[in-house]
Every structure is written in C-alpha cells, then in structure tokens.
C-alpha cells in the first residue's frame, strides 16, 4: 500500500511531504525527535512500532482522518515515522452523522490508518448542532470536540490535520470579501493550541495536486467528499468557481501568492496579538486595587464605580479598564485590546461595526453606556471618585474621578422575552 522495500527512487511529492512533517513534529516534540530520510537506529529494518515492546518514551500524535486524499495522504505519510520507531502515530476519525452511510465511511478510514500501521485508532461520532453559526461552523464544533476527547484519552501531544496550501489561499481569499483585518488574512496557523489540544497542519506549502500525487504513488484509496462538490457552500463556490476564474483571468500561481500573503501576515498578527495581550494587562484595573478616593466605606465593587443599578441586576462587572492609558495607545493596538477585552469578559470577538463603536465611545471621558457587543457583553464608562492602590505598576494612588474607567459587564441573568 505504501512505497516499503519499493523499487526506484521516493516519489518527490512523499519525501517532500515528510520533510514538513517531520519539521512539524520536531517543532513540538524537539528538534531531531524524528528525521524525514536517512537512518536512525533499526530504522532499515521498518516494523510497526508496536512489535518493538518499548513504546514507553516515544511520543504519540494523532492523524486527524477522514478517508479524503488530504488525510489519508498525511496519515501515510506520517506512518513513515512508525516504521521508522522514532514516534507512535494514532488517527481520529469523527463520524459527524451528517450523510448516508457516514458511519461505513469512518470505519473504512479507521481500517485504512490501522493497515497504514497506526496505533490507536479512535471512531468518534458526534452529533452537529446545526445552530451553532452555520452548517460548517457547527460540523468544526463538534470535530474538535472530538479531538479534545481523543487526546484526553491518549494523551497525544498533538493533532496532525491535512489543510493545504489550496485550503489556505481559499481562506485569505474568503477573508478579503469580508474585509477581514490581520487575524483572518492570516490564514490557517501551522501551529494552534485550542483548548489544551496543539493542533499541527505540516501540508500548508504542498498543493492539492501534490497530495493527490500522493495517493497515487502510496497506492491510497481516498473516499471522495460529496460536500466538497456542494456549492451551496460558500467554500465549495470558492474553490470550484472563483479561484478558476481567478487564476484563468489573472494568471497563475493565485493560490501560491495568496497563501503568500498568509505566511507574510501570519507572523505580524502573532505579535501584534501578543503585544495587545501585555497591552491589555497593563492598563487593566484589578478590583482589589481600587478604594475610595473620599474616603467613604463602600464594600460593593459596582457602587464604588458607580454601575448603574439596573445594570447591577443583570450584570456582573468582567473587566476594567484605566480609560485614559487605553486612549493614549496607538489606534491599532488599542482596538487589539479592546477586543481582548470584550472576548476576556465573556463575549464573541466583535466585528467592525461594533469594534468601532466601542473605540469611538472609549476615547472621551464623558459618563456613558450601555454599549453592547455581542455575546451578552456591556460596555459602561463611569468617573468614580476611585484611586488604584498601584499594584499593577500604575502610579500609585492615581484617581479615576477626572479621566474615568471603561467597565465591560457579563451578563448573569437570561434575557426574558415574556412569559411563557
């Protein structure tokens, strides 16, 4: 099934394949953990790692399969590292119950990453809230679901999933028609942590043509997607209609360039996120620092920063925020932040529109609110005669009566929409 003791030399579309995984799995398990081509012990003598008895020190990952040539061809080529006994590679298959016969097609694929000697093999079926965002959105809930439960049971170190470089072009371009910023055209990440899962997607420089070169050369036999043919889905639309006029009308290599551009941005959003994250910490207030600047005896937090009661029913203060140091920050770091922000209070991370409303309201220090974001989220500015007792590295004593602070608030009780 697989190029072992074959004759004639390694089709160029697999040993390219294994040097990104291979430099995938090092960047997580360690450099040198596992080499793409030469020898490394009693590697000439290829066997399942599981007949070697001493499976204890060596790392296990999984392959996130679904039958299609994608995975099959990235859990065939991870499998060259079984043989090889530098690591032990497993698969999930989730069975999403979403077409007839989904629960054959998984079990096929369980079949085939057992043959291409992966150990273990894990069926998950899931079942697909389809009002969770959209058919698609739903379908990715539930599978990484699925591979949270996986490693929680297996303790893999990490996912291995097939996403490629065509994968990526189509979603920078899907980004570009929602004027997405950084985050979307960003693309794909190679490298994810969601959850506790580390999620891994070595195939991102390799096209669909090369994986199904792949399959041609291991001898796989991929199950053929029916929803990738769908085009009632958008990313179907994208991938059989747009980027064909695209790359007809304005010449080749529009998948490479746009994957491009997502390893050029990738890089950048990473650290722009990471500065809004130190960002975020320095001008954000801790209750426990803030005491009466009057002197007043008041023990409830949303008095002393003076929440409207009505809001004090409803919501529960998330986040604070030293107003005047979060409008002194550079425009773009400080729409990161409050961003952060709204995501640390328990919302959904706010699109334009509403991103740009809670800046606009952000930078003056008038007493106002609610602004709303989603995810039952509230924004509330106030000018409480307040100091903060210095802990987070602000000058201590600093009052907040004259520049004021940005409350964002959870909600605690439902909506009530009548009585039932």
Known sequence: MVQLARKGRLH????????????ALN?????????????????SSPQKIEDTGNTEQKPLVLVGLSGGSDSLALASVAAHFVRRGEIQVGAVVVDHQLQEGSAEVAQKAADQARELGLSPVLVETVTVDASSGGPEMAARIARYGAFERAVSATDARAVLLAHTLDDQAETVLLGLARGSGTRSLAGIPRIRTEDGVTYLRPLLDHTRAEIQDICAAEDLEPWNDPTNTDESLMRARVRHRIMPYLEENLGGAVATSLART????????????????????????????LTSANGRNITSVEELLQIPENARETHEIAVILDRQALAELHPAMRRRVLALAVTEAGGETPGFERLSALDDFALTCAKGGPVQMAGHVAAYKTRPPVQSAGSTGREKGKGFSATGILVLMSRTEPTTHGAS
Do not use: H, M, N, Y
């Open 27 to 43: 960047d997580v398990l360690g450099q040198g953990t596992v080499l793409a081509s030469g020898r490394k012990g009693s590697a």
């Open 12 to 23: 160029p579309a697999v040993g390219a394949a294994r040097v990104s995984v291979a430099r």
């Open 262 to 289: 997502a390893a050029i941005i990738g890089p950048d959003s990473e650290f722009l996120e990471a500065s809004a994250r130190k960002a975020l910490a320095q001008v954000c207030l801790e209750k426990t620092t």
